[in-house]
């Protein structure tokens, strides 16, 4: 079964300082994994995705993650948070066992405090 | 190239009514699924539709439906309104056709449904 735990309800960092945002999965196949962000009144927003090439993966806004299959885990981070980054975040895995239907996470909330 | 509309943006019914929600998907995107998003139980999956045919449905009573029509956009109805239906609801497009990797989906920015 797929599964995605995030880890934290809810961060609060500085602006300028890192963010670290966890999310561990479960699958039974191999898995793709995204993360999204979803600014208030707004739809979802694709970050970055991992989809077994490298377990590094770059983002938009200078997010990235990464891939450690060994610990079921593909946190996200981000060197320098910026005040426009305050949003809610969702870890999504999916796999070809289920075709493409995506299993979200239960969202970190990301607070940037100036 | 344009995103993913869905209308109507926001919507009001009374309890026991039917609605239709609509979604337009990115052009070439063949596959369209729908989310239900509340507080309470957060973002869940509902169905998804490829080449007009429904691939996979998660766990909603048989009052939510939907179809897809030859162009790939992709209505989906709730009869019976209650209370609990009220919620944000999502429909993402995917270019998925079938094969060993999941693509990503875009989402829309939804329709919010309030019921009375």
């Known amino acids: 079964a797929q599964s995605v735990t995030q880890l934290d309800s809810h961060v609060s960092v500085s602006e300028g300082t890192p963010v670290l945002l966890r999310c561990n999965y479960s699958?039974?196949?191999?898995?793709?994994l995204f993360w999204y962000v979803q600014h208030p009144n707004k739809g979802l927003q694709l970050l970055l995705k991992?989809?077994?090439?490298?377990?590094l993966v770059k983002g938009i806004n200078g997010f990235e993650a990464e891939f450690k299959k060994s610990e079921t885990s593909f946190h996200l981070t981000k060197p320098s948070a910026h005040m426009s980054d305050a949003a809610e975040y969702f870890c999504?895995?999916?796999?070809?066992?289920?075709?493409?239907?995506?299993?979200f996470g239960t969202g970190t909330s990301l607070t940037v405090i100036p | 190239k344009a995103g993913v509309t869905q209308t109507p943006r926001y919507l009001i019914k009374t309890r026991g009514q039917q609605v239709t929600l609509s979604c337009s998907p990115i052009?070439?995107?063949?596959?369209v699924s729908w989310y239900q998003q509340t507080p309470g139980q957060g973002l869940q999956f509902l169905f998804e539709?490829?080449?007009?045919?429904?691939?996979n449905k998660g766990n909603f009573p048989g009052r939510f439906s939907g179809r897809q029509f030859s162009n790939s956009r992709s209505e989906m109805n709730v009869s019976t309104l209650e209370l609990g239906d009220s919620a944000l609801y999502l429909c993402?497009?995917?270019?998925?056709?079938?094969?060993?990797?999941?693509?990503?989906?875009?989402f829309g920015p939804g329709t919010r449904l309030t019921v009375t």
């Open positions: 993402a497009s995917s270019k998925l056709a079938g094969g060993l990797s999941s693509y990503e989906q875009y």
């Open positions: 699958s039974s196949y191999s898995p793709s």
């Open positions: 991992y989809t077994s090439a490298a377990t």
């Open positions: 999504v895995v999916s796999d070809r066992g289920t075709g493409n239907q995506f299993y």
């Open positions: 052009s070439g995107h063949r596959s």
């Open positions: 539709y490829f080449s007009e045919t429904q691939r």
